[in-house]
């Protein structure tokens, strides 16, 4: 992997494919993963195009320092380090993919920084959900949002390999589509990675940092036309994720100026994984138009 410059003192690592010459994409990850999350789009996409794939900060390779989340692991200042590597690898503007954490952090990036971005490739979260967050059948399963917030993720399941690979196999497990195999050496490459002293702390600084996303989707309301996300954006919306429904997907041209939803049916919460082919077509729609 490679480093990048420091942003706020934060080095982040990435993987870099494909031609140096050609037109970029940068891909963010989620939680639970890492940059390997795009394993299976990255070859789909590095014929023909440079292909950035960093750790955010505070998991994989990159620095996860200890110092407040609300000022270091938030969606700006996950940005900033985005932001810092585009100009630091000369990419001009790319187009941006993100899923889970990664998808918050490429709107983010759009927002704050809407030089870098030519458009976007998003799953959820994404806004509109509202009180929806709210629904008898909802609530039961955000009780990890609120574990990560307290000191008690950390004493009960950090630097311990055994809790960590059986939490991280629950999530992935109750998250994805029935297609997709958690068991496996990338599996446990992972677990390896979130079970080092620390790291499970830090890749849980996100939902740390601010309110967390419940608050900040009912304090949420819809910017006018002038202040939308203004880059093309195409939103692959998966079929069986229990963290967020389909339905939520009816409000996105309130928040978006130009954006284009793809339902796809029979997959969980990582369609990286769960729909690579998918995903590498709409990063080649912006490309297209």
């Given at each position: 992997?490679?480093?990048?410059?420091?942003?706020?003192?934060?080095?982040?690592?990435?993987?870099?494919?494909?031609?140096?010459?050609?037109?970029?994409?940068?891909?963010?990850?989620?939680?639970?993963?890492?940059?390997?999350?795009?394993?299976?789009?990255?070859?789909?996409?590095?014929?023909?195009?440079?292909?950035?794939?960093?750790?955010?900060?505070?998991?994989?390779?990159?620095?996860?320092?200890?110092?407040?989340?609300?000022?270091?692991?938030?969606?700006?200042?996950?940005?900033?380090?985005?932001?810092?590597?585009?100009?630091?690898?000369?990419?001009?503007?790319?187009?941006?993919?993100?899923?889970?954490?990664?998808?918050?952090?490429?709107?983010?990036?759009?927002?704050?920084?809407?030089?870098k971005v030519r458009g976007l490739v998003l799953s959820p979260p994404l806004p509109g959900i509202g009180e929806r967050w709210l629904a008898p059948d909802i609530v039961p399963e955000l009780w990890y949002l609120y574990l990560h917030r307290s000191p008690l993720s950390v004493r009960l399941i950090d630097g311990q390999r055994d809790k960590v690979h059986a939490y991280l196999h629950y999530c992935w497990a109750h998250w994805s589509g029935p297609g997709l195999v958690v068991d496996g050496p990338e599996f446990e490459r992972l677990v390896d990675d979130y079970a080092r002293p620390g790291a499970f702390e830090a890749s849980t600084n996100w939902y740390r940092a601010g309110p967390d996303y419940v608050a900040r989707s009912l304090a949420e309301t819809p910017p006018d036309r002038a202040n939308r996300i203004s880059q093309p954006t195409h939103v692959l919306w998966q079929e069986l994720d229990p963290l967020f429904p389909r339905a939520w997907s009816d409000r996105l041209d309130e928040f978006f100026a130009d954006v284009h939803l793809h339902p796809v049916d029979g997959i969980g919460h990582f369609t990286p994984l769960e729909a690579p082919e998918e995903f590498a077509r709409l990063i080649d729609l912006h490309r297209r138009g």
């Amino acid at each position: 992997m490679h480093r990048s410059q420091p942003v706020d003192s934060f080095t982040i690592a990435y993987h870099e494919a494909g031609p140096a010459d050609a037109a970029a994409v940068v891909l963010l990850h989620g939680w639970p993963g890492d940059s390997h999350d795009y394993r299976a789009v990255v070859p789909l996409l590095a014929n023909r195009y440079r292909v950035i794939v960093p750790d955010l900060r505070g998991f994989g390779a990159s620095d996860r320092h200890l110092v407040d989340p609300d000022a270091y692991y938030g969606p700006a200042a996950q940005a900033r380090s985005v932001a810092g590597l585009i100009d630091e690898l000369d990419l001009g503007a790319p187009v941006v993919g993100g899923y889970d954490v990664g998808s918050r952090v490429a709107q983010t990036l759009a927002t704050e920084h809407p030089d870098k971005v030519r458009g976007l490739v998003l799953s959820p979260p994404l806004p509109g959900i509202g009180e929806r967050w709210l629904a008898p059948d909802i609530v039961p399963e955000l009780w990890y949002l609120y574990l990560h917030r307290s000191p008690l993720s950390v004493r009960l399941i950090d630097g311990q390999r055994d809790k960590v690979h059986a939490y991280l196999h629950y999530c992935w497990a109750h998250w994805s589509g029935p297609g997709l195999v958690v068991d496996g050496p990338e599996f446990e490459r992972l677990v390896d990675d979130y079970a080092r002293p620390g790291a499970f702390e830090a890749s849980t600084n996100w939902y740390r940092a601010g309110p967390d996303y419940v608050a900040r989707s009912l304090a949420e309301t819809p910017p006018d036309r002038a202040n939308r996300i203004s880059q093309p954006t195409h939103v692959l919306w998966q079929e069986l994720d229990p963290l967020f429904p389909r339905a939520w997907s009816d409000r996105l041209d309130e928040f978006f100026a130009d954006v284009h939803l793809h339902p796809v049916d029979g997959i969980g919460h990582f369609t990286p994984l769960e729909a690579p082919e998918e995903f590498a077509r709409l990063i080649d729609l912006h490309r297209r138009g």
